[in-house]
């Protein structure tokens, strides 16, 4: 150290005779002259000051001896400070030494400097076994020549000199830094607050750090702008905030276009955040290109704040329970993929309310146009049902918010202006700068944050402004890049193709110890942040832009290595994105072709159709590329997007996809053929194209014998649900059972579906007991599994058993239940269908006041769900047998507009529910469902349209017609009734109130 000195700029140590600086090439002697020429005039400057005071020694012991040692004391000090490049502003007695950093130019690192000789200073003063004080400041000062005519000195005043030695007056051996210091050297020096005191000459109370050591030697300047132009949204933050403590909830959307700082307010907002103890904070981000499967998102986000509240949670129940939902990947395959997705939005609502039982809950959502379907759809529940309870702050570009609810509030972050710029720069370079300048900035950059971020740090890596503004914010991004060393390059264009590292991951050792080391620093200068133990980019824009800037061979390199080492470690069908994504970009085609079709098979498993139609799309581009193809490949993916366009209603586009299918295996006469084809027919009866359905099923059928008993049982499913179309009951009745019958031998996970389906038809025709006997049989399947959607079905079809039946005693035992359990769904298709069920119940019952009530709640919600024409039908009817007048015309009439969507029985219960109301010829709408009943194999029916016919004969006075219809309609009525074993049920059927005019006319006719 002695044969070397310290360059003025960037610090570096360099040969004591040196003219130049080879490390930034600044004219070493002109700096030093530079000191020298400052003008008599004073000038504000930013600089850092430091007191070190030393005990006093006693007046009676100052004796020649301790006059050397303290010379020698503090001419170590003062070579201490011209190596680290302070400048000695006086010496205090004998007691001790003011230095001061900053001068002749403040740089950026001057705090950290001499926190850094404090340190040095501090170790030395130890040896030496004396007490100290030392103090450190750092703000706005004059410097300048101070004096009279007879003495001028040059020196430094100002509230922060005096504020400086103040904290040096307070140390008790230790380093005190007030907090302006500790702002600016908090990233690479250990320090803790100490507590806030009043110092002389302060009005206000003052909060005090201790420096405590180094992080790190400081290489480079260190990058810091100040959090400037947000106020006003901070402040509406913090409004909603105190709104939340009342109870109640809000939904923000604060938009912007990419770079605008979107991210940084959140982060800044929750920095700050002084009572996180008092909410809790739940924090959603896309994480889409890195899972298989789409329910990550929120496992993901359900992790980090259940290991960040664990002390809080230890006690609460639903912990476990959402933790079973979540995270165990069998239940996830044991339930049907909609009921299942049905399930966890129920599961994450419940578990969001035991946490208000606690304190408030803020949620998150940062860059929602990113988020995957599946939790687009999750959230938007969440915010139908909690956005009076929960503080919802959703961020995402303008325009593209998936939601359009009045409730939601809109922030619009605006880009900064002139005068928030001037102070950017005027914090970053610690002085004034020309309007001039501060304009082309603006210009340049268009006040985008993250532009103005980025050219910043390129000023900072270079230690210097006289640089040229790149005209794009990607060249600037990418002229920050090239000013980085060999290494942190390196670690850049790693992390931009992993997307994101986990530390304790599979990919843990993808990083050196010292690239690890220089993700730690990029953390703490904001260019990666971490969440758990996962590092990635704070702003995805940087990570693109420097993974388009690697060259394609390196890319590929990179990629296929990462296959490699992944491809025998983890799970492929939970992470066959991510491992799709390396594939494609390695130029793996065959690998990429097998991960893409995976991907897509897991996002229709979540009913993530559209994304799984693009991964099939991008199948397909692969297998196009390969020089050898396996064409039976090709068919899957035609097969797997065929099913992902069904559910998408995109029936034409499907039903291509299968032909294609179809056509490769064409040849081979396997049972895979034959499924297709079964497919293909199940959607020419959904397209409503009957006979080419027809002929594929009666096809397939012809193959019995040489085809599995699966694809047997279900094309004749596939005919069942034909003839049901057609309302040919009976013969519909008798595909079910042979399908019954076959699946019955195999432990079926889908047999209850066909049970169920059974007791529908058996109902549609009269068999009420082997209804009710179907019932069971599905019940006690499904109480095996959690197929909460199927289980609404089962009790939706049970009720309107009992309805038919009579049954009303034991229908109001069940129904309020039922209701409060699709309630607590809320936005969910059976809380309507179980009302209108309920007030047709109550309407049977004569319970008209009550009934009113739930009619007026069914109609208030009834336009969610137009395309329920059954539950529509219930309702009008229920209308009708309390005499609603007021409702009833204009419901009839809407459904009436609908009628050729209608099944053959829904047209039949309308154009008899039309005669009721009739003034003209009721007979007609009568006639018109009798036309209808005759191609429809029910006997029940076909006893309501007799029924009807008596009612409207019997108010003409026709009594020849009464006479003739009630014997058909006692005929049937007998017929039906001997079907019941159980008295009690026969009973009921005999007495219910829409065979009335029957049991009332028939003793004065016979």
């Known amino acids: ?264 307010l959140k982060n800044y907002w929750l920095k700050i955040f002084k009572e996180k103890d008092e909410f809790f904070i739940f924090e959603v981000e896309p994480i889409f290109e890195i899972h298989g499967n789409p329910i990550d ?109 009045t409730f939601i509030k809109e922030r619009n972050l605006l880009p900064f202006n002139f005068e928030e710029i001037k102070k950017i720069l005027k914090s970053f370079f610690k002085e004034e700068l020309s309007d001039d300048f501060v304009k082309k900035i603006l210009e340049i950059t268009e006040g985008i944050p993250l532009y103005i971020t980025e050219f910043l740090k390129v000023i900072s890596k270079k230690g210097t402004r006289t640089i040229e503004i790149p005209g794009t914010l990607i060249g600037t991004i990418l002229e920050f890049y090239d000013v980085l060393t060999k290494e942190e390059k390196e670690v850049l264009k790693k992390m931009s193709v992993l997307i994101e590292w986990d530390e304790n991951g599979d990919l843990k050792d993808f990083f050196n110890e010292k690239e690890k080391k220089i993700i730690k620093d990029l953390v703490e200068e904001e260019m990666f942040e971490k969440i758990g133990n996962r590092y990635k980019f704070i702003n995805p824009l940087i990570r693109n832009v420097i993974y388009d800037a690697i060259l394609k061979k390196e890319k590929i390199e990179m990629h296929s290595n990462i296959i490699e080492k992944l491809v025998n470690k983890i799970d492929l069908k939970k992470f066959s994105p991510y491992l799709f994504y390396h594939a494609y970009n390695a130029e793996l085609w065959e690998r990429a072709l097998e991960f893409a079709l995976l991907s897509g098979k897991e996002r229709i498993l979540q009913s993530s159709f559209k994304e799984a139609i693009d991964y099939f799309n991008k199948a397909e581009e692969c297998f196009q590329k390969l020089k050898e193809r396996d064409f039976i490949k090709l068919s899957e993916v035609f097969e797997y997007r065929a099913e992902a366009k069904r559910n998408l209603g995109l029936l034409e586009e499907a039903i291509k996809d299968l032909h294609k299918s179809i056509v490769i295996l064409e040849g081979t006469k396997d049972d895979k053929l034959f499924l297709l084809k079964q497919k293909l027919a199940e959607l020419y009866l959904e397209k409503n194209e009957l006979e080419p359905c027809k002929k594929l099923t009666l096809e397939i059928l012809n193959e019995k014998g040489k085809i599995s008993d699966e694809i047997v049982a279900s094309s004749h499913l596939v005919m069942g649900n034909f003839h049901f179309i057609l309302g040919q009951y009976s013969l519909s009745l008798l595909e079910y059972n042979k399908a019954y019958k076959i699946m019955r031998n195999f432990e079926d996970k889908k047999l209850y579906r066909i049970a169920l389906t059974l007791s529908e038809l058996h109902k549609e025709i009269g068999n009420f007991e082997f209804a009710l006997e179907y019932l069971k049989i599905s019940d006690e399947i499904l109480k095996t599994k959690k197929d909460i959607l199927w289980e609404f079905r089962l009790t939706k079809n049970k009720f309107d058993l009992y309805l038919k039946i009579g049954n009303f005693k034991e229908m109001v035992k069940e129904i309020n239940e039922v209701i409060a359990k699709a309630k607590f769904l809320e936005n969910n298709h059976y809380y309507f269908v179980f009302l209108t069920l309920k007030a047709l119940l109550l309407s049977y019952l004569k319970n008209k006041e009550a009934a009113k009530k739930i009619i007026s709640e069914a109609i208030s919600i009834s336009s969610n769900f137009k395309n329920d024409y059954k539950s529509l039908l219930h309702l009008a009817k229920a209308m009708y047998l309390i005499e609603e007048r007021s409702y009833f015309f204009n419901f009839l009439r809407e459904l009436y507009k609908f009628q050729e969507k209608f099944h053959p029985t829904l047209l039949i219960d309308l154009e008899l529910l039309l005669s009721k109301i009739s003034d003209k010829e009721p007979e007609k709408h009568v006639e018109k469902a009798f036309e209808i009943s005759k191609k429809i194999t029910s006997p029940y029916i076909h006893l309501l349209v007799f029924c009807a016919f008596v009612d409207v004969y019997n108010k003409k006075g026709d009594k020849e017609k009464v006479s003739q219809y009630l014997r058909r309609a006692n005929f049937l009525l007998k017929e039906l009734s001997e079907k019941f074993k159980n008295q009690n049920l026969k009973k009921l059927f005999l007495s219910h109130p829409d065979f009335e005019i029957i049991n009332t006319l028939s003793s004065s006719h016979f």
């Open 297 to 405: 998102t929120i496992q993901r986000a359900l992790e980090i704040f259940l290991e960040k509240e664990k002390n809080f949670l230890k006690d609460l129940k639903e912990v476990e329970e959402i933790k079973e939902y979540f995270f165990d990947y069998e239940i996830r395959e044991e339930i049907e993929s909609y009921s299942y997705i049905e399930l966890v939005k129920f599961k994450l609502r419940s578990f969001l309310e035991s946490l208000l039982e606690i304190k408030p809950v803020i949620f998150i959502v940062d860059s929602i146009e990113k988020i995957d379907e599946f939790t687009k759809s999750l959230i938007e529940y969440l915010l139908i049902t909690l956005n009076s309870k929960i503080f919802f702050l959703l961020l995402g570009r303008e325009n593209l918010l998936p939601y359009e609810f």
């Open 1 to 264: 150290m002695e044969d070397s000195k310290v360059c003025f700029r960037c610090f570096a140590y360099i040969p004591k005779d040196s003219v130049y600086c080879p490390s930034c090439g600044i004219n070493l002697n002109k700096e030093e002259l530079e000191i020298k020429e400052i003008k008599t005039k004073g000038e504000r400057k930013y600089l850092t000051i430091i007191f070190v005071l030393i005990e006093k020694p006693l007046i009676e012991k100052l004796d020649e001896k301790i006059f050397k040692e303290r010379i020698e004391i503090f001419s170590e000090i003062e070579r201490f400070t011209k190596e680290f490049g302070g400048w000695i502003d006086k010496w205090i007695g004998l007691n001790g030494i003011m230095i001061i950093f900053g001068i002749p130019r403040t740089k950026r690192i001057d705090a950290e400097i001499a926190c850094e000789l404090a340190l040095k200073i501090e170790d030395y003063l130890k040896s030496k076994n004396l007490k100290y004080k030392i103090g450190i400041n750092s703000g706005w000062v004059y410097f300048g020549e101070i004096g009279s005519d007879i003495y001028i000195y040059k020196t430094v005043i100002g509230d922060t000199v005096n504020m400086a030695y103040r904290l040096a007056e307070i140390a008790d051996s230790e380093i005190i830094i007030s907090e302006e210091t500790n702002s600016l050297v908090e990233e690479r020096f250990f320090t803790t607050k100490k507590k806030r005191v009043f110092l002389k000459g302060k009005r206000e109370i003052i909060s005090l750090y201790e420096l405590k050591g180094l992080r790190e030697k400081p290489k480079e300047m260190r990058f810091r702008i100040p959090f400037i132009g947000r106020e006003e949204e901070l402040e509406l933050l913090n409004s909603y905030k105190e709104i939340l403590r009342q109870k109640r909830g809000n939904v923000l959307f604060i938009k912007g276009p990419p770079g605008i700082g979107k991210t940084t």
